[in-house]
């Protein structure tokens, strides 16, 4: 069978990239090998945030008297409910991408693909069937073959890294996929890595009343954030009583019948051991790029990720890569921007601009919440920018102190020649929702006038954005 477009993957990349193709008149199928929506939808981003839900609501539970309730008796977690509810949220989802492919006509493939050449993919039985009875596989789907596309979009994701020598086995040594779903709670956890997957588990598991140590290689905990935030994010973490350790690394491990013990070196040439119950290995993911036919085309790669433009396409004209098998940053509204971006370019449309990575927003739902976006303050110096830094603390917010949700703080860099803002980050309550707002400033080219300009309402955790940037220009007005 013939298509306009095959898309290689129905995660957030790959089935939004579908929607688009096929709302621009163009014939178009995906080819998926496990479950509908990826990774993101199935084991990421979704079902991590039903989970931190669940912590969020008992942390509020467990301070009902710093609100005036009384509640009577005690609030614990019921680990196969909370499990139970994240992979119902997840099963929801799923049904509902095959549902947009149907809606939206785009037929969908099961199996394995492999591109035998420019234009033409060959679909193989999958090796990874579906496990889960709530994720049944959609109707009418088309099986193995050979397709040929005019334009093939590679969409595969991404998977977790393994250490040497300390490779998950899903038993003692976790990575996202056993945390997500476990038969228990543990007593006792370490989390190799501080990034935006490790540090989320170490809050959602803290907040179930696991004792957890974190483990971080780098100097500061969730590294690509500004220094300043992620101090205040630690602090935080620290005081709801989680171990985290910094300039350290996990050097071997040692597995018992029911624990494992990590040999740990810390900067100063130390070296501690750690005992626990469990680990999770959160030391980043590398794209899903095997077996897809690459080396023999000669698609060019970059440290397992598929070098491409800024529009997707690679070397091999008619083949493109979005997401993150394309690299970082590996996000999930990145690889739909990137698939829309790819789709429109391939169907002609007029003015596509291609993807701006400096403009593409982090956000880590740990408690408390980081969000970011732009230049972080040491990396504006490192390019040789004059810059101005503004600051607003949650303590001087009307809003944040009636919600009990104090601690936080807004920084904004601004180019102090043009008034460009050059980056935002927050740490705080729902900081992820607001650090939209400085995204879309980015992308209309905002200057700090127009900002101080601007009318934000009141009570609102919002107005500390806006003390932030008149605090780059000395005008705060409530600290």
Request: hydrophobic share 40%.
């Amino acid at each position: 069978m013939s298509y306009d477009v095959i898309i290689i993957g129905s995660g957030p990349g790959g089935y939004v990239a579908a929607i688009r193709a096929s709302q621009l008149g163009l014939k178009t199928a995906i080819v998926e090998r496990e479950h509908m929506g990826g990774i993101c939808l199935n084991w990421g981003c979704i079902p991590t945030k039903a989970l931190l839900r669940s912590a969020e609501v008992l942390d509020h539970a467990n301070h009902f008297k710093d609100f005036g309730l009384v509640l009577e008796g005690t609030v614990k977690p019921d680990a196969k409910a909370v499990v139970g509810r994240s992979r119902a949220v997840s099963a929801r989802l799923n049904a509902g991408v095959g549902f947009l492919m149907k809606k939206n006509k785009i037929d969908i493939i099961w199996g394995e693909a492999k591109i035998t050449k420019p234009g033409e993919i060959v679909v193989g039985k999958s090796s990874k069937p579906v496990v889960e009875p709530q994720h049944p596989l959609p109707k009418n789907v088309k099986g193995e073959g050979t397709y040929n596309a005019k334009h093939i979009i590679i969409a595969t994701g991404a998977r977790p890294r393994a250490l040497p020598g300390i490779e998950p086995d899903g038993k003692l040594i976790w990575t996202y996929f056993e945390a997500l779903k476990p038969d228990a709670l543990p007593k006792s956890l370490i989390v190799m890595g501080s990034g935006a997957i490790g540090i989320e588990f170490a809050s959602f598991y803290r907040s179930m009343g696991v004792d957890v140590t974190v483990v971080e290689v780098m100097p500061t905990i969730m590294p690509v954030e500004d220094a300043e935030i992620t101090a205040i994010a630690r602090k935080q973490l620290e005081k709801r009583g989680l171990k985290i350790f910094t300039s350290a690394k996990v050097t071997k491990v040692e597995k018992g019948a029911g624990s494992i013990t990590a040999h740990v070196e810390t900067s100063d040439g130390k070296v501690q051991q750690i005992t626990a119950d469990r680990m999770i290995s959160a030391v980043g993911v590398q794209g899903n790029i095997e077996n897809l036919g690459l080396e023999a085309l000669g698609i060019k790669t970059d440290r397992g990720c598929v070098v491409t433009d800024g529009y997707g396409k690679t070397n091999v004209a008619g083949i493109y890569a979005i997401g993150d098998v394309a690299g970082p940053p590996m996000l999930a509204h990145k690889a739909e921007h990137e698939g829309v971006v790819c789709v429109e370019k391939i169907a002609g449309l007029p003015h596509v601009h291609p993807t701006d990575k400096g403009k593409v927003p982090g956000c880590t739902y740990c408690n408390p919440q980081v969000a970011s976006v732009g230049l972080t303050e040491a990396k504006a110096k490192e390019q040789g920018r004059d810059i101005r830094v503004g600051r607003f603390s949650f303590a001087a917010n009307g809003k944040a102190i009636a919600l009990g949700e104090d601690q936080g703080m807004v920084k904004v860099i601004f180019d102090k020649k043009t008034g460009e803002l050059l980056g935002a980050h927050m740490v705080g309550a729902e900081v992820t929702e607001l650090i939209q707002g400085f995204v879309v400033a980015m992308n209309l080219e905002t200057t700090e006038e127009e900002l101080m300009h601007t009318i934000f309402p009141h009570p609102t955790v919002s107005e500390t954005m806006k003390e932030a940037v008149l605090d780059a220009y000395g005008r705060v007005l409530n600290a």
